[in-house]
């Protein structure tokens, strides 16, 4: 991986945080706080942002971070769910001088483009400032809305190896619909052997995030979250009403990949652009026990395993 890669180690660590929101008077309040806990994942390839307001009922928040080598700019993934409402959305952008800024854009109600834009600046090794703006005039002028201060608390988290609940997850009952109960089979350490693609054993390991709304998985032959090949955040997106999965390896030029089902089973496809069609994955559970978990890609009408496990 370039240097830039590591571009966002200063905030691997466990961090106290004020959330600061801007109120109608235009002054600045602390309303919420909360610890924040970011972890390196896939050999340094990402980081894993996990961020819980401190009430049971607050705010629960997960980004996926990591350097695009190909576009040559950072690729944010962040889901903040609300009750049985979960999706993901993604920024982009680059550092500069020590300042990121990182920029999306979407629809406002009138239908006018509106830009989002969140920067991290101001940045020590105890302490670092989050804020985000949005612009409706193309970037001419910004209305701000929150501002987070972080101070540091910690060292590198860890995950438990085991998995099961993780930082964000309390009893499960923010995302309490059927729906996202489905994939929690994932949930925990199994172990496995490789069936097309490769050879050898590997294990998979689930934790359940955001209170019951996602599942993040490790993959490889240890499935320690800073050796493992392979990470996913798997969600049912409400707004869509179809599973959505994000999808990560720790190769070094790879970009995530985004994988939606095309019904209620965790049969997904990627989301591919112009005529070729994309991938599929498939997470099967098994009559006998385990779970089976495929990639595969299109082949002359059909589809061919490019790689397998079989877990127990």
């Given at each position: 991986?370039?240097?830039?890669?590591?571009?966002?180690?200063?905030?691997?660590?466990?961090?106290?945080?004020?959330?600061?929101?801007?109120?109608?008077?235009?002054?600045?309040?602390?309303?919420?706080?909360?610890?924040?806990?970011?972890?390196?994942?896939?050999?340094?390839?990402?980081?894993?942002?996990?961020?819980?307001?401190?009430?049971?009922?607050?705010?629960?928040?997960?980004?996926?971070?990591?350097?695009?080598?190909?576009?040559?700019?950072?690729?944010?993934w962040?889901?903040?769910?609300?009750?049985?409402?979960?999706?993901?959305?993604?920024?982009?952008?680059?550092?500069?001088?020590?300042?990121?800024?990182?920029?999306?854009?979407?629809?406002?109600?009138?239908?006018?483009?509106?830009?989002?834009?969140?920067?991290?600046?101001?940045?020590?090794?105890?302490?670092?400032?989050?804020d985000?703006?949005?612009?409706?005039?193309?970037?001419?002028?910004?209305?701000?809305?929150?501002?987070?201060?972080?101070?540091?608390?910690?060292?590198?988290?860890?995950l438990?190896?085991?998995?099961?609940?993780?930082?964000?997850?309390?009893?499960?009952?923010?995302?309490?619909?059927?729906?996202f109960?489905?994939?929690?089979?994932?949930?925990?350490?199994?172990?496995?052997?490789?069936?097309?693609g490769?050879?050898?054993?590997?294990?998979?390991?689930?934790?359940?995030?955001?209170?019951g709304?996602?599942?993040?998985?490790?993959?490889?032959?240890s499935?320690?979250?800073?050796?493992?090949?392979?990470?996913?955040?798997?969600?049912?997106?409400?707004?869509?009403?179809?599973?959505?999965?994000?999808?990560?390896?720790?190769?070094?030029?790879?970009?995530?990949?985004?994988?939606?089902s095309?019904?209620?089973?965790?049969?997904?496809?990627?989301?591919?652009?112009?005529?070729?069609?994309?991938?599929?994955?498939?997470?099967?559970?098994?009559?006998?026990?385990?779970?089976?978990?495929?990639?595969?890609?299109?082949?002359?009408?059909e589809?061919?395993?490019?790689?397998?496990?079989?877990?127990?």
């Amino acid at each position: 991986m370039p240097p830039e890669a590591r571009q966002f180690d200063f905030w691997i660590g466990e961090w106290d945080v004020t959330l600061r929101v801007q109120q109608e008077d235009r002054s600045w309040v602390d309303e919420v706080r909360s610890v924040a806990k970011i972890y390196p994942i896939l050999g340094g390839k990402a980081v894993l942002e996990l961020w819980s307001d401190e009430r049971l009922s607050g705010i629960k928040g997960y980004s996926l971070r990591y350097f695009d080598v190909e576009r040559q700019e950072w690729v944010l993934w962040l889901n903040w769910p609300g009750d049985n409402t979960s999706g993901s959305s993604s920024l982009a952008g680059t550092f500069r001088h020590g300042r990121g800024e990182f920029f999306a854009s979407r629809p406002g109600p009138d239908g006018a483009e509106v830009l989002s834009r969140f920067t991290f600046s101001d940045v020590t090794a105890d302490s670092l400032r989050w804020d985000d703006a949005f612009s409706r005039d193309g970037g001419k002028t910004w209305t701000h809305g929150w501002i987070m201060e972080f101070t540091r608390r910690g060292g590198e988290p860890s995950l438990a190896p085991q998995g099961g609940p993780a930082h964000t997850f309390h009893s499960g009952v923010r995302c309490d619909a059927e729906p996202f109960r489905t994939y929690e089979f994932l949930v925990g350490r199994h172990s496995g052997v490789v069936k097309s693609g490769g050879a050898g054993e590997v294990e998979i390991t689930g934790h359940q995030v955001l209170d019951g709304c996602a599942v993040v998985t490790f993959v490889g032959a240890s499935s320690s979250p800073e050796r493992a090949s392979m990470f996913s955040h798997l969600t049912w997106n409400t707004f869509a009403s179809r599973y959505e999965l994000t999808l990560l390896t720790s190769e070094p030029e790879s970009p995530a990949r985004i994988f939606y089902s095309t019904g209620d089973s965790l049969e997904l496809y990627e989301s591919a652009s112009g005529a070729a069609p994309g991938d599929r994955l498939r997470i099967e559970p098994q009559s006998e026990g385990g779970f089976l978990w495929v990639l595969e890609s299109p082949d002359a009408g059909e589809w061919r395993a490019v790689w397998s496990g079989l877990f127990r």
